[in-house]
């Protein structure tokens, strides 16, 4: 089974999963930047992240009601709206409480986007090709995140040129990269999708028997990955353009240097899963990862640590298409939804303390303050999976995915 037998509509998917990912991109690598340069610290700038990865993860369990009446479909419609209008209404304005406030509604177009995809994926593949399906959407994702960053920074300069040093380039780059999203609802409308398992209401047994100490502990690993990464990834563009000294076009180059790494990585992960196992495929890449980021926080120079972004990049997020595999096989189909809202709340609403921390570190010691803590993070977090998925994945290994 390889990337060219994928049925018609997971490819179809592709370019709405791409589309989509512009925006993210442009939003992850900048908005930063956008806040800093209307004269807010660091902390500021945490604390508006922050709240929209909360809101991401609160907004979770209603996306999964949302998408038990409505479908799958129409719930992606839903989230690329809200995120098309958000993005663009989020730098229309420079108050600070209209930034907060649209921050909560941009938190639930991602929600959408990240608790329905999974769930979307799995229902529309067969077992052969869900592997494939998760590691070739993943790959589209970081393209699109390195294309986003590329046009953005590229944009901000050409923006400058025309109007000059200040917030207008960077805020136009936004709102004509936002647009992306909007455009991402005509293919996805169109797309004929295959009618979407009934939803069976869980009830309140059901949803305890959710509950084992193997899922709890599953989602303690997201968690953890989640608050090591909110630390120091929502803040790398800020960390590149002050940290050391660069400019926008600079940031986006590296930013999409970074992705490209997790493109290729996310594309030859079905060989290493045949390989060496899944399990064993992530934590290997995450250990690897690890002394990288050693590289990026005590910087030797904007080679060295472009190249760091670059490997980093690849190793601790390739293993990211066979996690979302397993999160989907591990629990019945009527747990599939729960699971996908779950994995985003633990995510987002750790990955938001993360990120208000790390805006304060940031802020009070300094732009490399977060990384040793984030290596503590995840050291944990590969502990425990290793210790988890020794003894469960590795009797499944043969039969999820194939």
């Known amino acids: 089974m390889g990337y060219r037998h994928l049925n018609r ?3 179809k998917f592709i370019l709405v999963v791409f589309l989509y990912g512009l925006t993210s991109a442009s939003f992850n690598g900048f908005f930063g930047i956008y806040v800093k340069e209307l004269g807010y610290s660091e902390s500021v700038v945490g604390t508006l992240l922050s709240l929209r990865q909360l809101s991401v993860g609160v907004t979770a369990f209603l996306i999964t009601w949302i998408a038990a009446r409505i479908g799958y479909k129409k719930t992606l419609i839903f989230g690329l709206f809200v995120v098309g209008l958000s993005s663009i209404a989020i730098v229309s304005y420079d108050n600070l409480l209209w930034m907060s406030v649209v921050s909560v509604f941009f938190g639930l177009g991602q929600a959408a986007m990240l608790t329905v995809e999974s769930p979307f994926i799995y229902d529309q593949t067969s077992s052969e090709e869900r592997v494939h399906a998760f590691s070739l959407t993943f790959a589209t994702r970081n393209a699109a995140f390195m294309t986003g960053s590329l046009a953005t920074g590229y944009l901000t300069d050409l923006f400058t040129i025309k109007f000059g040093v200040g917030i207008l380039p960077i805020r136009y780059a936004l709102i004509l990269v936002s647009l992306m999203s909007i455009i991402a609802i005509v293919p996805l409308s169109q797309l004929k999708s295959k009618p979407m398992a009934e939803q069976k209401r869980l009830n309140l047994k059901e949803i305890k028997g959710f509950f084992t100490s193997f899922n709890v502990l599953f989602l303690a690993y997201t968690g953890i990955i989640g608050l ?7 803040f790398f563009g800020v960390y590149l353009k002050y940290m050391l000294d660069t400019t926008e076009g600079i940031v986006g180059l590296i930013l999409s240097f970074a992705q490209l790494g997790t493109v290729i990585g996310g ?23 690890i002394p990288l980021l050693v ?11 472009a190249i760091a972004f670059f490997l980093r990049s690849s190793l601790m997020n390739m293993g990211q298409p066979l996690i979302r595999n397993i999160s989907m096989h591990i629990v019945e189909d009527q747990h599939r939804p729960l699971m996908s809202a779950m994995r985003a709340m633990m995510n987002n609403i750790t990955r938001a303390l993360g990120i208000y921390v790390g805006g304060a570190m940031m802020a009070k010691y300094g732009y490399n303050s977060p990384y040793t803590l984030t290596i ?11 210790s988890l ?7 499944k290994e043969s039969t999820i995915g194939t």
């Open 376 to 386: 503590v993070f995840y050291l944990i977090a590969t502990w425990l999976f290793y």
């Open 267 to 289: 594309l030859v992960v079905p060989m290493l899963d045949k390989r060496i196992g899944n399990y064993k495929t992530i934590i290997i890449t995450q250990l690897l990862s």
């Open 9 to 11: 509509i997971i490819k």
């Open 228 to 234: 090591g990464a909110g630390l120091i990834v929502p």
């Open 389 to 395: 998925f020794k003894r469960q994945v590795v009797k």
């Open 295 to 305: 590289a990026i926080g005590l910087p030797q120079g904007l080679v060295v640590v």
